[in-house]
T-cell receptor, first 115, second 113 residues
Framework: DAGVIQSPRHEVTEMGQEVTLRCKPI?????LFWYRQTMMRGLELLIY????????DSGMPEDRFSAKMPNASFSTLKIQPSEPRDSAVYFC????FGRGGYGYTFGSGTRLTVV | GENVEQHPSTLSVQEGDSAVIKCTYS??????FPWYKQELGKRPQLIID?????GEKKDQRIAVTLNKTAKHFSLHITETQPEDSAVYFC????????????FGKGTKLSVIP
């Protein structure tokens, strides 16, 4: 298995632009999580899905952030419009909790820089 | 929500010595406690985990101990090696039956050759 795949690895964009981050979870995993990592705040859960359905989005900072999971093999996190304070590493993780597995497998992350 | 405190924030040890990192949590219903290792510029990777019905778990040079009464758990690394240098994160499930993890702020471990 190729693991959790995220794209792009790095994204530099100007303030006000739309940014879309992508994630392909491990096949067969029924949970998908989006985390944001910064030096100040550590790893913060933004939203998670179970069987493609959003379960808890209370961690999404504001309306500028949205996430979708149209099918079991793909999810997006969109920021529109982007702001410099959104600069962080965004991780996607998947897990097979519903199938008896524990623990997350993280993707390689997307390093977002908003200038 | 769950509150996870991790200490220390930085730790330096001589190669061959042991390292101990401790986390405390607030929700007594939490039942899953994993530890992740993150090397510079890499993804967090699960290194060991423990469920609430177990007090200790070992995997070669690493071990995790859990004290549910006191609501704390610790990561122990013995015979440290330079490749153990990384940031280590503890995490706690958000209550019984929850699949959300709340992470500690991390401990930067440096192993000095």
């Amino acid at each position: 298995d190729a693991g959790v795949i995220q794209s792009p690895r790095h994204e530099v964009t100007e303030m006000g632009q739309e940014v879309t981050l992508r994630c392909k979870p491990i096949s067969g995993h029924d949970y998908l999580f989006w985390y944001r990592q910064t030096m100040m705040r550590g790893l913060e859960l933004l939203i998670y899905f179970n069987n493609n359905v959003p379960i808890d989005d209370s961690g999404m900072p504001e309306d500028r952030f949205s996430a979708k999971m149209p099918n079991a093999s793909f999810s997006t996190l969109k920021i529109q419009p982007s702001e410099p304070r959104d600069s962080a590493v965004y991780f996607c993780a998947s897990s097979a909790f519903g199938r008896g597995g524990y623990g997350y497998t993280f993707g390689s992350g997307t390093r977002l820089t908003v200038v | 929500g769950e509150n996870v405190e991790q200490h220390p924030s930085t730790l330096s040890v001589q190669e061959g010595d042991s390292a101990v990192i401790k986390c405390t949590y607030s929700d007594s219903a939490s039942n899953y406690f994993p530890w992740y290792k993150q090397e510079l510029g890499k993804r967090p990777q699960l290194i060991i985990d423990i469920r609430s019905n177990v007090g200790e778990k070992k995997d070669q040079r690493i071990a995790v101990t859990l004290n549910k009464t006191a609501k704390h758990f610790s990561l122990h690394i013995t015979e440290t090696q330079p490749e153990d240098s990384a940031v280590y994160f503890c995490a706690v499930s958000l209550g019984a039956g929850s699949y959300q993890l709340t992470f500690g702020k991390g401990t930067k471990l440096s192993v000095i050759p």
